[in-house]
């Protein structure tokens, strides 16, 4: 029994750590699962295989609730092989889109039909149970999953809005090499900015994302410490609709249009960190890089 999946980073408009509500629109880097799920004789033959290894401890838990979840009357082992272009731990979701392609990649193993939400629901309660989120970034997840901007509440895995991006925009993205703590490190800074959390996330639920996205990175930066405020400015000159930090960094995500977008991405500094251009995902969770 084989399932593959294919899933999507996402940047960050409202980090839900200060307010409980996110949202967060998916961009064109992939993770890609593949799991060939095997019937073992009994639970102590249930060992299952993973490429690369070491796994995660997310990698592991994630892969032992989708079978639990989707073969619940088999005593099953699983050869788990993933593939990602995200950068790990850089703001930039890798951890909600690896457990969602593993889910989904499990649940099509098993031949069951489940939806985005249905998944996403479920990678959040993991996110959660695992320590790698605080507030389970049900936007994240479902970002990874489905075309299109999303505002959640994440305290009760709800969907609260959602739309699509224009046609024509796209997003240069300034990625250092260093790597942010768990989110569940910085949940007193985040809450000290509750209530300017709760004005970006009105901005979302309104529909205004760039102010939106000003709103939550000039939070985020207060409240972790980052310095992109001249970036930002620079960026706006050069043709940014918005930018900001994408969730808790150090990754600097700007919108503009794709006429705009190499232009805007010079205006990032020339230090040698990594920049990149990229797409709006226009297609939901896939089967494989070819589909």
Do not use: C
Request: aromatic share 4%.
């Amino acid at each position: 029994m084989i399932g593959v999946a294919r899933t999507s980073a996402a940047i960050t408009i409202v980090n839900a750590l200060s307010s409980g509500v996110g949202s967060a629109v998916g961009i064109d880097l992939h993770v890609e699962a593949r799991v060939e799920v095997r019937e073992v004789r009994s639970e102590k033959d249930a060992v299952s295989r993973f490429t690369p290894e070491p796994p995660s401890a997310l990698v592991r838990e994630t892969l032992r609730r989708a079978i639990a979840q989707y073969f619940p009357t088999h005593a099953v082992a699983a050869d788990l092989h993933l593939t990602s272009e995200i950068p790990v731990a850089r703001g930039l979701k890798s951890s909600s889109a690896v457990t969602t392609a593993v889910l989904f990649a499990v649940a099509r193993a098993a031949g069951h039909p489940p939806t985005s939400l249905e998944v996403a629901r479920l990678a959040a309660a993991i996110g959660r149970d695992t320590g790698v989120s605080a507030t389970g970034a049900l936007d994240d997840a479902i970002a990874s999953l489905e075309v299109g901007r999303f505002v959640t509440d994440n305290q009760h895995d709800e969907i609260l809005r959602h739309d699509v991006p224009e046609v024509g925009l796209g997003v240069a993205l300034y990625v250092p090499s260093e790597q942010h703590a768990p989110a569940p490190n910085y949940l007193a800074s985040m809450d000290r900015e509750r209530s300017a959390g709760e004005t970006a996330a009105r901005a979302a639920l309104g529909g205004d994302w760039p102010l939106a996205m000003q709103l939550n990175t000039e939070l985020v930066e207060r409240a972790i410490g980052y310095s992109y405020e001249g970036v930002r400015d620079r960026l706006r000159a050069h043709g940014a609709i918005a930018s900001g930090v994408s969730g808790l960094g150090p990754t600097l995500a700007a919108v503009a249009r794709f006429d705009d977008l190499e232009h805007v991405a010079g205006a990032f500094a020339d230090d040698g960190t990594q920049r990149m251009t990229v797409g709006f995902t226009r297609l939901g969770v896939r089967e494989g890089a070819d589909s």
